[in-house]
């Protein structure tokens, strides 16, 4: 009963527009201060100290990382190192979209970012190139959604903090760590770059159907020139994912590091900003990243009171009731997240659901870092369908194509990422092989 008051509640305030994150705080307001007797210092006292993990800190440092880069000019120096090397194939520009938006996000770690740094240069080649505006606006749309996959993801650090602290048993009675940031990475690379390798052949087979113009082969010294011009941008990527896998640093010291470091190339070595331009870069970032702290601090409000409720718990006992598998409780995760991709943004589903679905993963034998990434994956195709998917709108504002035109356009390249996140859902070990290879999982 009370799990159907809480959501009903919730489902209500989002109804009258009010913002995910204020429809949170006030669901939990109204249902502690009227149907219990939990004391308003507990409620403060876990208001504070559910944002004070260490973790938090590495969100609004790759926001300002990805700010920097996307001012920077990196976006249009990896364009041109991934036009050279496949620009010279089926839909040449299509594909080097897809593997720009791959290096981009594996930088900044963010979908929209990408969508508009890479999204905003290359769309208006592939036009002048002779290809269709749809074909053009849906890679850019589905490859700049890798961004919440491949680390350094926003996406999986949210994950990482919701579900920071649970104690759940699992099947064999033993209890099961929650997966950290550090994991979350690693495990994170190889789905990534699966779902590139699929989103780059959706590209190609279509542009080889259609007969999609094709670039001249680029000779290996226009590519090298290339590479070195864009080297620096690249080095990020190895800064991050290195320093964690080595243990030099931890993923919020990456984080920081990541700032400190994009900084330095897009004002001293790019030069592509100016020092009056900082001020402008940190405020957009600042903003971003309280956006989100709000988000975070209200989630962790709702997680208190599912907690307090022991709604996971319930419903890890009904569906044990019924005779729910782990195929059934995967299949039935999937189809609530896509739902919930209707009318949320992925941040605030990630800080919702996985506090009340990951005990229910835990205790039917589902391993935490599989999970995260299934998560991801969902969010990733949220991005792109209708009627909230965030890269639609933003790729709306760059092709000046309306939200219906757009699904239309992306259809292909999301039929691909669902059959990516069926392939997720049940092959474990595209998740787990990684992170098991470099000792991090046992």
Known sequence: MSALIIFGLLLALMLTGMPISISLGLTVLTF???MTEVPVTSVALKLFTGIEKFEIM???????AGNFLMHGGVARRMIRFATTLVGHWYGGLGLAGVVSCALFAAITGSSVATVVAVGSIILPAMLKQGYPQRFGAGVITTSGALGILFPP???LVMYSIATAGMSVTGPDGNTVSTASVGQLFMAGVLPGLCL????????WYRAKKFDYPRLTRASWSERWQAFRECVWGLLLIALVIGGIYTGIFTPTEAAAMAAVYAFVIAVFVYKDMGLKDVPKVLINAAS???MLLYIITNAVLFSFLMASEQIPQTMAAWMASQGFGIVAFLLLTNILLLAAGNFMDPSAIVLIMAPILYPVAVKLGVN???????????MEVGMCHPPVGLNLYVASGITKMGITELTVAVWPWLLTMLGFLVAV?????????????????H
């Open 32 to 34: 502690l201060f009227t």
């Open 368 to 378: 935490p870092i599989h999970f995260g990434i299934l998560i991801a994956v969902n």
């Open 288 to 290: 971003m990243s309280a």
């Open 425 to 441: 859902t049940f092959i474990p070990e595209i998740s787990l092989w990684l992170p098991r290879m470099l000792g991090m999982l």
């Open 58 to 64: 590495a969100i609004p440092f790759f926001i300002l």
């Open 153 to 155: 993801s926003i996406n």
């Open 196 to 203: 590139s390798a699929l989103l780059g052949l959706t590209t």
